[in-house]
């Protein structure tokens, strides 16, 4: 039963152990469903480079807030997005980084 549940999420990748630093533009962004989001925290101990954090309290007065990502700093690995998907809600979607600038207006270097 045990070897059963570790192959199930053998996909998911491993804890980081150490951060990276993004060395390209990504081609694919991570973002958040934060509707979706039930602020498990799941995701952030797989993100190589340590971009995603915790919605501030005060911003949707919740006692559980979402997760966000700092999209400046995704190198657009989709290890959050596969972290979230088997383990967590399905809150993380990834998206081309030419769609994702059209649609939020945000440049990414």
């Known amino acids: 039963m045990a070897a059963k549940v570790i192959d199930r999420y053998k996909n998911v990748g491993n804890v980081v152990e150490e951060f990276t630093k993004k060395k390209r533009r990504p081609r694919q962004m991570a973002v958040v469903d934060e509707d979706n989001c039930t602020g498990c925290r799941i995701c952030i101990p ?13 911003k949707y007065g919740i006692p559980i807030p979402p997760v966000q990502i700092r999209f400046n700093e995704c190198i657009g690995c989709s290890l959050c997005e596969r972290a979230c998907t088997d383990l967590a809600w399905d809150a993380i979607r990834m998206i081309d980084t030419t769609v994702f600038e059209e649609v939020y207006g945000i440049p990414i270097d």
């Open 46 to 58: 797989f993100c190589p480079v340590d971009c995603i954090e915790v919605v501030p309290v005060e």
